[in-house]
């Protein structure tokens, strides 16, 4: 088995809207992540994605709760750490400060504005919605406080516009040793379906590896889809909760034994931490 047949597996680990109440395996300290985190290793993952939470449970992006969870989670098992640097009403500084003090391995780089909502066919009505905000000169500022700690950016592309917004760029110079999660099922962004991953994987550059991020019980199809496309796979409590229709997770490690699962099925092995760094072609 080559290379080629790997499979990069992340985690994400607790998100920052998904709580107790809706799903009591959410973690919420930096040793209740970490512990997930190592329970995703141990399931096949090589990488997690972070969000920092107060010990309440509220979203955070203080760099004391970031280091916290990163010395965690250093102390439990060697998986690669992706930061978070998404956040509503928070200065640009303070969404990046981390990932300048901290230097993870990766840093994800929302790609562009939208309407992020979620709609319940339930209630004829939304459950959330807000306008996620992030335009050029602020991924502009991202990019050059990566780049300067050293970190790869992970591009989320939530819709074709935002995929596209990669291109200039790449142009300019600031995009170089980047990678792709095409984040699919937001309301607002682009739908979670096979034909969608196809047209979106098709307009990744050149030599650019990409991943899957599917949300709702719609990841396991866009998975099945990525796996067969030759993509990169996630999964995780952020995105889903749910094995299958009624069955919830017991964890995130539960989650990620499926995602393995699934690649093997298909002739995919997951990658171990080492593979995923050649892969990923991280620098740290």
């Known amino acids: ?30 040793a209740e992540i970490a512990e997930e985190a190592l329970r995703a290793y141990n399931a096949g993952a090589s990488a997690v994605h972070i969000h920092g939470r107060e010990y309440d449970g509220s979203p955070s ?7 916290e969870i990163k010395e965690e989670i250093e102390k439990r098992c060697p998986v690669l750490m992706c930061f978070s640097t998404g956040a509503i009403g928070v200065p640009e500084e303070m969404r990046v400060a981390h990932v300048r003090q901290l230097k993870p391995h990766i840093a994800a780089l929302n790609m ?47 819709d074709i516009g935002h995929l596209e917004s990669i291109y200039p760029l790449m142009d300019m110079g600031l995009l170089k040793n980047f990678q792709v999660s095409l984040v699919m099922g937001v309301t607002g962004g ?75 099925d298909v002739g995919r092995e997951p990658a171990t931490v080492e593979e995923a760094r050649q892969i990923l072609k991280l620098n740290t």
């Open 1 to 30: 088995m080559g290379q080629k047949d790997k499979v990069v597996v992340t985690c994400a680990l607790t998100g920052v809207m998904a709580n107790r109440m809706q799903c009591k395996h959410i973690p919420y300290t930096p």
């Open 61 to 67: 992006i203080r760099v004391e709760i970031f280091k």
């Open 112 to 158: 562009g504005t939208m309407n992020y909502a979620k709609y319940s066919e339930k209630r004829k009505d939304f459950v959330f919605k807000f306008t996620f905000t992030n335009t050029f000169d602020e991924i502009i500022y991202f990019i050059k406080a990566m780049n300067d700690a050293g970190t790869k950016p992970e591009c989320e592309c939530f």
């Open 190 to 264: 682009i739908r979670a379906t096979a034909r969608n991953l196809t047209y979106m994987s098709s307009l990744v550059p050149k030599n650019i590896v990409w991943q899957v991020i599917g949300i709702s019980q719609d990841q396991w199809l866009l998975i099945a889809t990525a796996l067969s496309l030759g993509g990169q796979i996630r999964v995780g409590l952020e995105d889903n909760f749910y094995l299958s229709e009624g069955l919830m997770a017991g964890g995130n490690g539960q989650l990620v034994d499926k995602a393995v699962k699934m690649a093997r």
